[in-house]
């Protein structure tokens, strides 16, 4: 996936959960969309190196939007709606091992009371993958990347229905988007939702596969291929 036109600064403080100030090299400060629903624990400090990328749309009051952030070397996609267009974009071209014989791939598709990210479909002899995805950008204990940042209900409930998809008779998957360079390896956050990491768990004992990728950056390219070893789920 191709990154746009980005601008660098600084964080100055986020709030309101959508707005961040943003510095620019010339000293201006600027007022940044923030399209991240969570927490965003671990992911900033004041005075972080910030890439910014500036809205297409004329008419849209914030004229920024908040894309990495960066804490030195490393980085981290704070932009949230880019882990699905990295999944769909690994999905189509097979780069994504336990996915890759699908020939069909559709995103956003409702089965039971759920819509789910992917419907992998047509491989001959094979029942259908419904793939569900989560976006990661929590980092307590270096170098492990965990999974929520806060209490997800809504999470969990995707959980159960993968159980119920997987006793249904299809495959059933979990793909964690890893959205920082610095993480090595995956487990659930059970400290901040006890409730999902017991359904994670309960998720893999009934055969939902459970899967970790890495978000890679090479210039202003963004690319999800490196699996990520997973910790916790016995």
């Given at each position: 996936m191709e990154l746009p036109s980005?601008?660098?600064?600084v964080i100055l403080k986020r709030y309101k959960r959508f707005f961040a100030d943003i510095q620019l090299p010339s000293g201006e400060v600027v007022v940044a969309h923030?399209?991240?629903t969570g927490s965003m624990k671990?992911?900033?400090s004041p005075g972080w190196k910030?890439?910014?990328s500036p809205a297409t749309n004329p008419e849209r009051k914030l004229k920024w939007t908040l894309e990495l952030l960066s804490p030195g070397k490393d980085f981290i996609m704070v932009n949230t709606a880019n882990a699905n267009k990295l999944a769909q974009e690994a999905l189509e071209e097979k780069r994504l091992a336990p996915f890759a014989d699908y020939p069909i791939v559709t995103a956003e598709q409702k089965i039971l009371d759920s819509r789910f990210d992917f419907h992998l479909t047509g491989l001959k002899g094979q029942?259908?993958?419904?793939v569900e995805v989560k976006n990661v950008t929590l980092l307590e204990n270096p170098p492990q990347a965990s999974f929520p940042d806060a209490v997800s209900t809504r999470g969990q409930k995707h959980l159960r229905d993968l159980i119920t998809l997987k006793q249904q008779g299809h495959r059933a998957?979990?793909?964690y988007v890893v959205s920082?360079?610095?993480?090595?390896s995956f487990t659930s956050a059970g400290h901040i939702d006890p409730d999902y990491a017991q359904a994670l768990k309960e998720?893999?004992?009934a055969g939902v596969e459970i899967y970790a990728f890495k978000v890679e950056k090479n210039g202003q390219h963004l690319i999800l291929k490196t699996p990520l070893p997973i910790e916790g789920l016995s």
């Open positions: 980005l601008t660098e600064g923030v399209p991240n671990t992911c900033w910030a890439l910014i029942p259908d993958c419904w998957a979990m793909l920082r360079s610095d993480a090595e998720a893999y004992r």
